[in-house]
Structure formats: structure tokens, C-alpha cells
């Protein structure tokens, strides 16, 4: 290498000339005796630069200079820059297609790799330059080698820059199931770019629409994901599976990817042709929790419209969580009347005892009144099992082990009586279900009073009213005045027509209205005379905060 000579823009004298593609300058530069092979510090020569300007006349000149035996020509046209890069890569990485023909009659080695593993080929796709690849396949270029360190081949690049027309020249000899080092096909790239042309050339030659990659995600599943839904529509069409397992911890499908991401169109389509054991069966996972965790109350929406359980399976040991509605729930623990939420409980979702938790062991009590605005208590003598015909006589019906539970954390949670108290009780639950020991020692006075204002205070069982005795004694119960007096008629009366109504038509229809009492009697009736307990509000613990301080101090209550 000539380090005498005086570098003019950083590159030799010729490399200057080949770079602006004037062939008079070079020729002269040459016959003045200035070298070819003067490099510049990324390693290019005059060649370098003939070929990436796409100048043919230069690249003629310089190699007619370097050339003497064809072995020494043969070895100054595959020289490399220090990238690795030749001159027949440099003019097929820009499109200089009569360049590459000069140098491949020349000898130009049109497999040699760079430094990152492209060549000529690689990069001719890379640029979308059709007429340079359809030259280099005729050449016999190595079209199957695997480059970059994703190990993609020339199909999958073309596939990934949605060059239809490479990909139509290269499928008729390519491996269209070469894999890269994660086993993703040309194909799968295709799908997980939206690549439609390609992806029809690609099925249409015969790729396996159901290729499954090393994680055993499909290209349905992949374009599920990633929204493409002319691509989800043309891979059904020709024989993609939407119910094969996509992952190894779990039979994941397409549908929960679209349902996962808010994709509502191709969910809708997914919803149509897969098998519903996913709803419902045993180790599967509903897409509703999927929906759930991606926070996407429309997928949820149209899934429950669909007919897909809000009850689902028991993910506990998949997923950790028991139901759709207790994921939700902890989805959104400082919000607990989320969207996701109102959606499963308007939907029936089953209240568990951890639901019954986020909405009573707190301070606050819009999950506790969402849930009363679906869901109406039943009176207990109206149940003694869940049988079928409970459950079809309406979906908004608390069930049996639905009350039991609500009771069960009610009476564990007397601090917070005052915020859930006076929502049940006018929601139609009945007061003496109430009337346990455990609710007469612990409850504030507030909400002591109110829940005695909905019954005979004057025919309480000796033993409660030995706790209310002592708790007065003690000064630790504030009652009423009129606690220490027999309940007066209007009083009685108005007991005896809400047992006779039954509390929830009384105190959640307009019935009361259509009775022939005076109008100002229709309040009174309803308790709307009892002044509501007063609760100081504080800031909303997590519900997962809530659960296990609930679980930490639960004792079993038997109830109903």
C-alpha cells in the first residue's frame, strides 16, 4: 500500500475520479502513474469506489490497470474493504445492475460473505433491486446460505421487505421452509409483517401455511397478533389450523392473540372456526383472561356476547388466578369497578368469596353497589340448592353459595358495616340473617342502629340482647332513643308488609308506590327514615392487599 502519496477527500487520486465516474480523469490519473490499489482507512481502493458510484466505464479502466495474469486480476476485483465488502457487493447493494455483469465476467466471486455474513445476493434483495437478484440467480448464486445473526436467507429478508417480485423470483429456487435460528419460515415472516403478496406467492408455491416456529407459534397465530387480518383471512382460506397449541406453557391459540390485543375483527372470525373446549375445558385457558390481562374490554365484550363463559376454568394452576372475574379484579386493584370488571358481572360471572372480599373488606362501595345493580339477593327460603332450575329462572339471581359467601365476609368485616350495611339492606337482604353475635359485639354503633332499625328490636333472643346490655353498660353501644321502647305500630306494620312483599320487591321496584297508602308513606316504608351509618373514608387498598389481609383474620361463619 502506497502511503506516500497525498490524500485528497480522504481517498486516493483515482479513488477520487472512479467516485465522481468521470473515466477520462481516471484514465489519466492511471497513465500519470497513480496505483489502483491505494486504500483509503475504511480499506476501499479505486474499485470500491468505480463500482458502489455504478460507474462501468471507471470500473473498465481500473480493471484494464490491475490487470496482467488473470490470477493477479482475479485476486484485485474480489478485494475486500475492512468491512468485508467487494466491489461486486458494493454495486449489487446499490443496483448498479450492468456494474455486477462487468465484474462477474471479470471473475467477481458473487458468494463472498462480509464481515456481517451479506452478500452480493443479500444485499441486492435488501434493496429491492429485482433485475441485480434475477442476474445473480441466473449466475447461480448461493441462494439458500443463511446471513446475519438472525441466520435469515435472501427468501426471508425479500419476504420481510414485501418484495413480491424477488420473492416470485427466488421461490423457484429457495428452500421455502429454510428456518432461521428461532425455526421461522419465510412464510411466518411474512405473516408477522403483513405481507400479503408475498405470503400468497409463498402459499401458493406450496410453504406450510401451519409451520410452527421454536416457541410453536404458527404464522396464524403471529398475524393474529400483530393485526393483519387480510393476512389471518388468507391463511384460514388455505388450511392454516386456529386450533393448534402455539405455546409450550399452555395450549395458546389464535384467537387468544387477537383477543389479547384488541384485534376485534379477526377475533371475530377466530371466534367462528375455533373449537370451544378453550372456553371451558380442563387445562385450556379461556381467551377471556388473555382479553383480561391485555386490558381490552371490547375483546371482552364481544366474547361474552359470543356466548364464551364469564365463569370459564379454574386457571389456578396455569395462570395463578381462579376465575376471569378475580383476575379482573386484581387486574385493576385501586379500581375495582373497571370496565373489565362491570362487563363479567353484568355478564353473571360467579361471586366468589374473593370478590365479596375486594367489594366489602374496604371502605369503599362501588364494587359492592355494581354488583347489587346486576345481581338481586334472594330470600333464603326461596333456596336450598343451585339446581338447574334456579339458575334458568334468571342469571341475575344471587346463588345459594353466592349469599353464603357474601354473608361469610360480611360478618368477618363489621369494621366497614357502615359502607356495606345500608347497600344490602336495601338491596333486599334479609336483617336477620345479620343478627349473629359476631355482627351485635363488633359493629360500630352507627351501623348497630341501622341494622336494628330494620327489625322488632323488642323480640331479639336473650342472648342477643344480653350482648346489646353489656355493650351499652360498657358505653360501647350509643343506641337509639327509641331502642329502649316497644317499636311502635307504624313500625310493625311496615315489617309485616315488607315480609309480605318480600324486601327485594319492596325496596328495589316501584310496588310501593301502587299501594293504597298516602304517597308520603312510600318513603317510610321503604326505611328511607333510618339515617345511613357514616364510615370516614380512607385511601382503597389493593385488592390482593385485601384478600390476604381478609384470609390472615377469617374465621368460618356458619351461615344460612
Known amino acids: 500500500m502506497d502511503f506516500t502519496e497525498c490524500y485528497r477527500d480522504t481517498v486516493s487520486s483515482v479513488a477520487a475520479a472512479a467516485r465522481s465516474g468521470c473515466r477520462k480523469r481516471v484514465r489519466r490519473m492511471i497513465n ?191 398475524a393474529s397478533q400483530e393485526g393483519h387480518e387480510t393476512c389471518v383471512k388468507f391463511l384460514l382460506d388455505h388450511g392454516a389450523d386456529p386450533n393448534t397449541a402455539c405455546s409450550r406453557d399452555w395450549p395458546q391459540l389464535a384467537i387468544h392473540a387477537a383477543a389479547e390485543f384488541g384485534h376485534i375483527s379477526i377475533l371475530k372470525r377466530l371466534i367462528a372456526v375455533t373449537d370451544r373446549v378453550c372456553d371451558r375445558g380442563d387445562g385450556m385457558v379461556s381467551p377471556l383472561y388473555v382479553a383480561i390481562n391485555g386490558q381490552q374490554c371490547k375483546s371482552i365484550e364481544i366474547l361474552l356476547e359470543e356466548g364464551f363463559s364469564p365463569d370459564a376454568q379454574d386457571c389456578t394452576n396455569i395462570l395463578g388466578v381462579s376465575s376471569p372475574l378475580s383476575y379482573a379484579l386484581s387486574r385493576s386493584s385501586n379500581k375495582p369497578c373497571s370496565e373489565p370488571v362491570r362487563l363479567l358481572i353484568a355478564a353473571g360471572a360467579r361471586l366468589c368469596e374473593k370478590v365479596w372480599i375486594c367489594a366489602m373488606a374496604t371502605d369503599r362501595s362501588e364494587l359492592l353497589q355494581l354488583i347489587l345493580d346486576h345481581r338481586r339477593i334472594p330470600q333464603p327460603e326461596t333456596l336450598t340448592s343451585d339446581c338447574p332450575e334456579h339458575q334458568c329462572r334468571g342469571r341475575t339471581l344471587l346463588r345459594l353459595e353466592e349469599l353464603r359467601g357474601l354473608l361469610c365476609v360480611a360478618l368477618n368485616q363489621t369494621r366497614f358495616a357502615a359502607c356495606w350495611l345500608p347497600l344490602l339492606l336495601r338491596a333486599g337482604l334479609e336483617p336477620s340473617l345479620l343478627l ?21 328490636w323488642s323480640i331479639l333472643s336473650p342472648s342477643l340482647k344480653h350482648i346489646l346490655d353489656r355493650r351499652q353498660a360498657e358505653k360501647s353501644w350509643d343506641p337509639s332513643s327509641h331502642f329502649g321502647s316497644i317499636p311502635a305500630l307504624s313500625h310493625l306494620c311496615r315489617l309485616k308488609v315488607r315480609a309480605v312483599l318480600g324486601p327485594g320487591v319492596l325496596m328495589r321496584t316501584a310496588v310501593v308506590q301502587q299501594l293504597p297508602v298516602p304517597s308520603p308513606l312510600h318513603g317510610f316504608l321503604q326505611f328511607k327514615d333510618i339515617s345511613d351509618a357514616f364510615f370516614t373514608h380512607s385511601s382503597p387498598s389493593p385488592a390482593l392487599h385485601q384478600i390476604q389481609e381478609y384470609q390472615s383474620t377469617h374465621q368460618h361463619r356458619h351461615v344460612l
Not at 465488502?85 to 471473475?107: D, F, I, P
Not at 467477481?108 to 441485480?132: F, I
Not at 351485635?440 to 336494628?452: M, T, V, W
Request: charged residues 15%.
Open 436 to 456: 349473629q353475635p359476631d355482627m351485635l359485639e363488633q359493629a360500630d354503633s352507627e351501623a348497630l342502629n341501622y341494622l336494628l332499625g330494620f327489625v322488632n
Open 32 to 222: 500519470r502513474g497513480f496505483s489502483v490499489d491505494c486504500r483509503d482507512n475504511r480499506g476501499w481502493n479505486a474499485l470500491h469506489e468505480a463500482a458502489a458510484a455504478g460507474s462501468k466505464e471507471c470500473v473498465q479502466e481500473i480493471l484494464s490497470a490491475a490487470g496482467g495474469s488473470s490470477r493477479g486480476c482475479r485476486a484485485y476485483v474480489n478485494s475486500l474493504t475492512h468491512e468485508g465488502e467487494s466491489a461486486c457487493y458494493l454495486a449489487a447493494q446499490r443496483g448498479h445492475l450492468a456494474v455486477v455483469k462487468h465484474l462477474l465476467k471479470a471473475h467477481a466471486d458473487m458468494n463472498q460473505l462480509t464481515n456481517d455474513l451479506s452478500c452480493p445476493l443479500y444485499a441486492a434483495v435488501d434493496g429491492g433491486h429485482k433485475e441485480v437478484v434475477a442476474l445473480l440467480v441466473s449466475k447461480g448464486a448461493e441462494v439458500n446460505r443463511t446471513h446475519t445473526a438472525s441466520c435469515w436467507t435472501c427468501l426471508h429478508q425479500a419476504a420481510y421487505k414485501g418484495q413480491s417480485e424477488i420473492v416470485q423470483i427466488l421461490v423457484s429456487v429457495c428452500d421455502l421452509e429454510v428456518l432461521d435460528d428461532h425455526r421461522i419460515s419465510p412464510l411466518f415472516v411474512a405473516a408477522q409483517y403483513g405481507q400479503q403478496d408475498c405470503l400468497q406467492i409463498l402459499v401458493n408455491t406450496g410453504a406450510n401455511v401451519n409451520a410452527q416456529a421454536a416457541d410453536l407459534a404458527t404464522p396464524l397465530l403471529i
